[in-house]
C-alpha cells in the first residue's frame, strides 16, 4: 500500500518525506489491515492513528482513503471538521497556550505573539526541526495562575512576555545537558 501510494507521487511530493513521516506512513501502512473496510470506520481509524502518531500525516489521509473505500475529500472534509486533528507533527517541546477568559483578559494573546516571534512559526505550527510546537488552547484549568502555559506536561503560572524568553532558554538548557550526558556516555 504505501510503496504503491509513493509511486504515485510526483518528484517534489515524494521529497517532502523526510524519514521521520516516512517511519509514521510505514507504520500506519501496517495498521490499516487491522482496520474493518467500511467508512463507518473513519473517525475511529483517524483517532486511532492520531492517538499512535500524534497528528494525521497528510499522505495517510490517502490511504485510508483507499483503504475504507472512499473518496480522500471525504477523509479529509471530516478530519478539518473535528478539531481534536492535526496535521502537523508535535514537536518534542509542545507549548500550549491558554486563552480561556481569565488566561485571556490577562494577556493571553500577547504570551501567544511572543512564542510565535520566538520561535518563528505560527499557532497550528510544528518548527522545520521538530524541537517546537505551537497551540492556542480553550482552557487548561489553571485560571488562578492566569496567563498560564503548558509546556510538555508541566504548567507555567503568570507568564509574562519575558517569562517567554527564560522557557524556551530553559528547555534550550535540558537539551544541550541531556546531549553532553549522552556524549559522556558514549565515551
Same mark, same amino acid.
Given at each position: 500500500?504505501?510503496?504503491?501510494?509513493?509511486?504515485?507521487?510526483?518528484?517534489?511530493?515524494?521529497?517532502?518525506?523526510?524519514?521521520?513521516?516516512?517511519? %509514521?506512513?510505514?507504520?500506519?501502512?501496517?495498521?490499516?489491515?487491522?482496520?474493518?473496510?467500511? %467508512?463507518?470506520?473513519?473517525?475511529?481509524?483517524?483517532?486511532?492513528?492520531?492517538?499512535?502518531?500524534?497528528?494525521?500525516?497528510?499522505?495517510?489521509?490517502?490511504?485510508?482513503?483507499?483503504?475504507?473505500?472512499?473518496?480522500?475529500?471525504?477523509?479529509?472534509?471530516?478530519?478539518?471538521?473535528?478539531?481534536?486533528?492535526?496535521?502537523?507533527?508535535?514537536?518534542?517541546?509542545?507549548?500550549?497556550?491558554?486563552?480561556?477568559?481569565?488566561?485571556?483578559?490577562?494577556?493571553?494573546?500577547?504570551?501567544?505573539?511572543?512564542?510565535?516571534?520566538?520561535?518563528?512559526?505560527?499557532?497550528?505550527?510544528?518548527?522545520?526541526?521538530?524541537?517546537?510546537?505551537?497551540?492556542?488552547?480553550?482552557?487548561?484549568?489553571?485560571?488562578?495562575?492566569?496567563?498560564?502555559?503548558?509546556?510538555?506536561?508541566?504548567?507555567?503560572?503568570? %507568564?509574562?512576555?519575558?517569562?517567554?524568553?527564560?522557557?524556551?532558554?530553559?528547555?534550550?538548557?535540558?537539551?544541550?545537558?541531556?546531549?553532553?550526558?549522552?556524549?559522556?556516555?558514549?565515551?
Amino acid at each position: 500500500m504505501l510503496n504503491k501510494l509513493l509511486a504515485s507521487l510526483d518528484e517534489s511530493e515524494r521529497a517532502a518525506v523526510d524519514d521521520e513521516e516516512y517511519a %509514521v506512513l510505514k507504520a500506519v501502512a501496517a495498521e490499516l489491515p487491522s482496520v474493518k473496510r467500511d %467508512v463507518l470506520e473513519l473517525i475511529p481509524t483517524l483517532q486511532l492513528i492520531q492517538t499512535k502518531h500524534g497528528y494525521l500525516p497528510r499522505l495517510a489521509l490517502r490511504m485510508v482513503a483507499d483503504h475504507l473505500g472512499t473518496t480522500v475529500s471525504k477523509v479529509y472534509g471530516i478530519a478539518t471538521f473535528y478539531n481534536q486533528f492535526r496535521f502537523n507533527p508535535p514537536g518534542r517541546n509542545p507549548i500550549k497556550v491558554c486563552l480561556g477568559t481569565a488566561c485571556h483578559v490577562k494577556g493571553g494573546e500577547i504570551i501567544l505573539e511572543n512564542f510565535e516571534r520566538r520561535l518563528g512559526i505560527k499557532e497550528n505550527e510544528t518548527s522545520e526541526d521538530r524541537e517546537y510546537s505551537l497551540e492556542r488552547v480553550a482552557c487548561i484549568g489553571c485560571c488562578a495562575l492566569a496567563p498560564a502555559v503548558v509546556v510538555g506536561e508541566k504548567v507555567e503560572a503568570y %507568564v509574562t512576555p519575558s517569562k517567554v524568553e527564560g522557557i524556551i532558554t530553559e528547555i534550550e538548557v535540558r537539551k544541550e545537558m541531556a546531549a553532553r550526558e549522552q556524549k559522556k556516555d558514549e565515551e
